[in-house]
């Protein structure tokens, strides 16, 4: 079974803080993504990774950063929270090419205060 | 440019009826796939089907059954004899063939079925 772990479920954070949101996959997948997902909104692509080391923008990159060291890890980072950053985070990874499904961690539910 | 509506924000239903939920979507390519999701409460995304774009088949899974249909862009995704564990919010998503394996989803509609 594919496995997407995420680090926590709930993370409250204070405006201005460094926030780190990790996510580990155990399928040995080429693609990382993570997503932002709000009501009304569905999910919104932040970025995603094709490979160690590589990186794409995706919809909304404004503000977050990402960092992909081994292949397993996908790791998301806020450098500074902002209250309109409190969302729920989702990860997905998926084998490369022809498009495969992804699939998702369990999410982790961020509040900035 | 690519775009997957549901209209439907939320339907209700009671135990034992039908649903249809809708999902339309735009593409310019030839080539693409076509998805839906569920995510129950718990939070996670769940796969449930897979489809490309030359693949116009129904398919049907126990009690869910997909009809995509390229004259309309729509991929409906119907289940029979709801049960109160169907309730969720379901995704339709979309990617072409030949690009990033990005997906671009829809925002979803919330099924609701009670007992």
């Known amino acids: 079974d594919v496995k997407v772990t995420q680090s926590s479920r709930y993370l409250v954070k204070r405006t201005g803080e460094k926030v780190f949101l990790e996510c580990v996959q155990d399928?040995?997948?080429?693609?990382m993504f993570w997503y932002r997902q709000d009501p009304g909104l569905g999910l919104r692509l932040i970025y995603f990774?094709?490979?160690?080391?590589?990186?794409e923008k995706g919809d909304i990159p404004e503000g977050y950063s990402v960092s992909r060291e081994k292949k397993e890890r996908f790791s998301l980072i806020l450098e500074s929270a902002s209250t309109n950053q409190t969302s729920m985070y989702l990860c997905?990874?998926?084998?490369?090419?022809?498009?495969?499904?992804?699939?998702f961690g369990p999410g982790t539910r961020l509040t900035v205060t | 440019a690519q775009k997957v509506t549901q209209a439907q924000t939320e339907i209700s239903v009671v135990e034992k009826e039908d649903v249809t939920l809708d999902c339309v979507y735009e593409?310019?390519?030839?080539?693409?796939?076509l998805f839906w999701y569920k995510q129950p409460p718990s939070g996670e995304l769940v796969f449930l089907i897979r489809?490309?774009?030359?693949?116009?088949q129904n398919e049907i899974s126990g009690r869910y059954s997909w009809n995509f249909q390229k004259s309309t862009s729509s991929f409906n995704f119907t289940i029979t004899a709801s049960q109160v564990v169907d309730s969720a919010v379901y995704f339709c998503?979309?990617?072409?063939?030949?690009?990033?394996?990005?997906?671009?989803f829809g925002t979803g509609t919330r099924l609701q079925v009670f007992p």
């Open positions: 489809r490309n774009s030359f693949d116009e």
């Open positions: 998503a979309l990617s072409e063939a030949g690009g990033t394996d990005k997906l671009i």
């Open positions: 399928m040995d997948h080429e693609n």
């Open positions: 990774s094709y490979d160690v080391k590589m990186k």
């Open positions: 593409t310019r390519d030839t080539t693409y796939y």
């Open positions: 997905a990874s998926s084998f490369a090419g022809n498009p495969y499904e992804q699939y």
